[in-house]
């Protein structure tokens, strides 16, 4: 079965699991540059001839471990309740 | 046209030592990637390299059975000078690999493909290379897909940097200092290294932000941060473990020594005096262990200090204090 994949980086679509995450500000320079190499993985791949379920596939895997790391990241943001 | 920070090697290896990521054991998010380059360019090797003052050393690698090499073996070492990625169709035929023991000898290295780990501020502290066992022309295409791996790798990296650091307090995470507390474990395990940390908590904290609010509160977190940053060492580790709680990690520091420090520490915090309407001023208690054969792991001495710290706060609070069994 052959998959359409968005090329758009700011498209949600490229990377759904990201989509739902509330990023803060402070991570927005680095989740934007992640979406745009992320497009640009998409575009060399599809040229390079690899079968869009092998570019899912990909693209799917790095953005599973990405998302684990922006959550990690947004606790450390988060400021902890101070002590009652 | 003259690329300074190609040539800047300092400046390259304060950029790799930020990230904090040499020695520390493998990460999903990289594993993915290698196992990834090897699939889709079809390699029997592939390893995220992170080029050290000596060696290089493998965050990620897959077909290698080798942790590290020295540097002066290195393909990658050679990759980092260049904006470009590397591409060397048949070692046997490149004079400065054709004697190269990963060439002659295991892992047999024949061609090779790096692309540098190129970070935002332009150092390149790495390269993701695809290696193969026999000769090999690397298409456009696949040079164009390792570039790309390599800038997820680097996107990688800069997260768990940012997820290492507490953006308000400039000091580690919980996460990260915890990480470092299992790394000071592990060479006390392996060599008796021992060191010691201490833990600390503003006391009355709670006051503060009760009574000037939470902004207040936080320019207190601030200005705490910004103290302790300048009187901890560059071998120490400073980290927020939550709330108002601190904590310090000092390697190849004995209990005396890391005494002397907290107290220099709470002598410090308690001169500080954050600008408002009035002015606010603080103490902090500590509690301060060592690695022993009593207190063998991370999370006794973390247990440890946490002891202390409760005597401190018992005894009247803006002191250090040891727990003694």
Same mark, same amino acid.
């Given at each position: 079965?052959?998959?359409?994949?968005?090329?758009?980086?700011?498209?949600?679509?490229?990377?759904?699991?990201?989509?739902?995450?509330?990023? &803060? &500000? $402070?991570?927005?320079?680095?989740?934007?540059?992640?979406?745009?190499?992320?497009?640009?993985?998409?575009?060399?791949?599809?040229?390079?001839?690899?079968?869009?379920?092998?570019?899912?596939?990909?693209?799917?895997?790095? +953005?599973?471990?990405?998302?684990?790391?922006?959550?990690?990241?947004?606790?450390?943001?988060?400021?902890?309740?101070?002590?009652? | 046209?003259?690329?300074?920070?190609?040539?800047?090697?300092?400046?390259?290896?304060?950029?790799?030592?930020?990230?904090?990521?040499?020695?520390?054991? &493998?990460?999903?998010?990289? $594993?993915?990637?290698?196992?990834?380059?090897?699939?889709?360019?079809?390699?029997?090797?592939?390893?995220?390299?992170?080029?050290?003052?000596? #060696?290089?050393?493998?965050?990620?690698?897959?077909?290698?059975?080798?942790?590290?090499?020295?540097?002066?073996?290195?393909?990658?070492?050679?990759?980092? *000078?260049?904006?470009?990625?590397? %591409?060397?169709?048949?070692?046997?035929?490149?004079?400065? =690999?054709?004697?190269?023991?990963?060439?002659?000898?295991?892992?047999?290295?024949?061609?090779?493909?790096?692309?540098?780990?190129?970070?935002?501020?332009?150092?390149?502290?790495?390269?993701?290379?695809?290696?193969?066992?026999?000769?090999?022309? =690397?298409?456009?295409?696949?040079?164009?897909?390792?570039?790309?791996?390599?800038?997820? %790798? +680097?996107?990688?990296?800069?997260?768990?940097?940012?997820?290492?650091?507490?953006?308000?307090?400039?000091?580690?995470?919980?996460?990260?200092?915890?990480?470092? +507390?299992?790394?000071?474990?592990? #060479?006390?395990?392996?060599?008796?290294?021992?060191?010691?940390?201490?833990? =600390?908590?503003?006391?009355?904290?709670?006051?503060?932000?009760?009574?000037?609010?939470?902004?207040?509160?936080?320019?207190?977190?601030?200005?705490?941060?910004?103290?302790?940053?300048?009187?901890?060492?560059?071998?120490?580790?400073?980290?927020?473990?939550?709330?108002?709680? =601190?904590?310090?990690?000092?390697?190849?520091?004995?209990?005396?020594?890391?005494?002397?420090?907290?107290?220099?520490?709470?002598?410090?915090?308690?001169?500080?005096? !954050?600008?408002?309407?009035?002015?606010?001023?603080?103490?902090?208690?500590?509690?301060?262990?060592?690695?022993?054969?009593?207190?063998?792991?991370?999370?006794? !001495?973390?247990?440890?200090?946490?002891?202390?710290?409760?005597?401190?706060?018992? *005894? *009247?609070?803006?002191?250090?204090?040891?727990?003694?069994?």
């Amino acid at each position: 079965m052959s998959h359409t994949l968005a090329l758009d980086p700011n498209s949600e679509s490229l990377a759904p699991g990201l989509a739902n995450i509330d990023v &803060p &500000p $402070e991570l927005l320079p680095s989740v934007s540059r992640h979406r745009a190499n992320l497009a640009r993985l998409v575009e060399v791949l599809k040229t390079a001839g690899v079968e869009d379920t092998q570019i899912e596939a990909s693209v799917n895997g790095v +953005v599973a471990s990405y998302r684990d790391e922006l959550l990690q990241a947004i606790k450390a943001l988060m400021k902890s309740p101070p002590d009652v | 046209m003259f690329d300074f920070k190609l040539q800047d090697e300092f400046g390259r290896l304060a950029a790799l030592r930020r990230y904090e990521v040499l020695d520390t054991p &493998p990460d999903a998010p990289f $594993e993915k990637i290698t196992a990834l380059v090897k699939t889709v360019l079809n390699v029997p090797m592939c390893a995220v390299s992170l080029v050290d003052k000596d #060696r290089q050393w493998f965050k990620s690698c897959v077909g290698l059975d080798v942790r590290e090499t020295s540097r002066n073996v290195s393909f990658c070492a050679h990759t980092i *000078g260049s904006r470009s990625p590397m %591409v060397i169709e048949d070692a046997w035929l490149d004079a400065r =690999f054709a004697g190269n023991p990963l060439v002659r000898g295991e892992p047999f290295i024949r061609s090779y493909l790096g692309a540098p780990l190129e970070t935002p501020d332009g150092y390149n502290i790495g390269a993701l290379c695809a290696l193969d066992t026999k000769p090999r022309i =690397f298409a456009e295409s696949h040079i164009n897909i390792l570039k790309s791996f390599a800038s997820l %790798v +680097v996107d990688e990296l800069e997260l768990q940097s940012l997820a290492r650091t507490d953006q308000l307090t400039g000091a580690a995470s919980r996460r990260a200092f915890v990480d470092d +507390v299992q790394r000071a474990a592990t #060479r006390f395990a392996r060599h008796g290294l021992a060191s010691a940390l201490f833990i =600390f908590d503003l006391d009355h904290f709670k006051r503060v932000n009760d009574t000037y609010g939470h902004i207040a509160g936080d320019q207190v977190l601030r200005a705490v941060g910004q103290c302790c940053a300048e009187l901890t060492r560059s071998t120490d580790t400073f980290g927020r473990l939550g709330g108002e709680e =601190f904590a310090v990690l000092q390697p190849d520091t004995d209990l005396e020594g890391a005494l002397q420090t907290a107290n220099r520490f709470r002598e410090a915090l308690a001169e500080i005096v !954050v600008q408002h309407d009035p002015p606010i001023g603080i103490t902090a208690s500590f509690g301060v262990a060592t690695f022993s054969g009593l207190c063998p792991t991370g999370e006794a !001495v973390i247990a440890e200090a946490d002891r202390g710290l409760y005597l401190a706060k018992q *005894g *009247g609070r803006n002191r250090c204090c040891v727990w003694t069994r």
